[in-house]
């Protein structure tokens, strides 16, 4: 018997959607499909300086020519921020928060002096404000105090996982010092609020299900099963993304997009007519490399 199932694709409006993501929305529509389950979309557009106006609309018509069609209302963050509020102040009465005065330049010196040199990205909040603020500081942004040890969990794609969030990340930032939501928290109340049980995404996105798991497991959130496609990269290796100019979808062929998509997920064309043949024909495929991957323990 199939088990509950909804699923969700949460892009966020800083451009129209390219190859790389439409990998990531074509596994997680085939997923909700493959579990006759229910497939949400959510706009994630907290962060308002990169927002680019008119992405949305854009997003869910492309989608739509895709033949992805949302089980559901959207959802728009930008519109949820008193949800944000109310998981924060649960957070700040378990004493699960504290705020931090830190620059970025700041905490790159501290580091430095602790560990030597560490690449960009991987440098972890040394933890300078835990104890509480020093003289004359104020407080910029919000941080969350991450319990020691690892977090395992099993990917339905990659396998089993370990990450300890309080050696890698350290403390991380739920609220930014711009007063905008960060994205850790707003995936994870949405996530919880929208009833979302399997989450399907890119792998860029694999070393944030540490953290998110720790913040739902902290809210008392029930914690959705993961599952990371591969990066689409582009011929030098970067992958693609609208920051690196990822060129937009070109819909005038949307089966062959999806047909792309679906090659980059590593499976063979489908021999599929239109749109409607291609996710009827995708879909037990997709069924036939899960139970495989079960067949691996990865289930
Ligand atoms: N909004 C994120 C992005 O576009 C995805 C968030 C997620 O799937 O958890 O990269």
Known sequence: ????????????????????????????????????????????????????????????????????????????????????????????????????????????????????????????????????????????????????????????????????????????VIKRADGIWAYQLAVVVDDAAQGVTDIVRGEDLLSSTARQQQLAAMLDYPVPRVLHVPLVTDLSGLKLSKQNNATALDLAQPLEILQKSWELLGFERLKATNIEDFWARATPVWVQRLSRANLHGIN
């Not at 493959?34 to 979309?41: D, F, T």
């Not at 991450?146 to 990340?169: A, Y």
């Open 1 to 172: 018997m199939l088990l509950p199932y909804t699923g969700r694709f949460a892009p966020s409006p800083s451009g129209p959607l390219h190859l790389g993501s439409a990998v990531a929305a074509v596994a997680s529509y085939v997923d909700a499909r493959a579990h006759a389950g229910r497939w949400l979309v959510r706009i994630e557009d907290l962060d308002t300086p990169r927002v680019v106006p008119g992405a949305t609309d854009i997003i869910l018509q492309q989608l739509r020519t895709l033949g992805m069609f949302a089980d559901g209302e959207i959802l728009h963050q930008s519109r949820r921020l008193s949800a944000y509020q109310a998981a924060f102040d649960q957070l700040l009465s378990l004493n699960y928060v504290y705020p931090c005065s830190c620059t970025r330049r700041e905490i790159a010196d501290s580091v430095l002096r602790l560990q030597g040199e560490l690449p960009e990205g991987e440098r972890p909040y040394p933890g300078t404000c835990r104890q509480g603020l020093s003289e004359g500081r104020q407080g910029l942004s919000w941080r969350l105090r991450v319990p020691e040890g690892s977090v395992s969990f099993k990917d339905r794609w990659l396998g089993p996982m370990s990450q300890d969030v309080s050696q890698t990340v350290g403390d991380f």
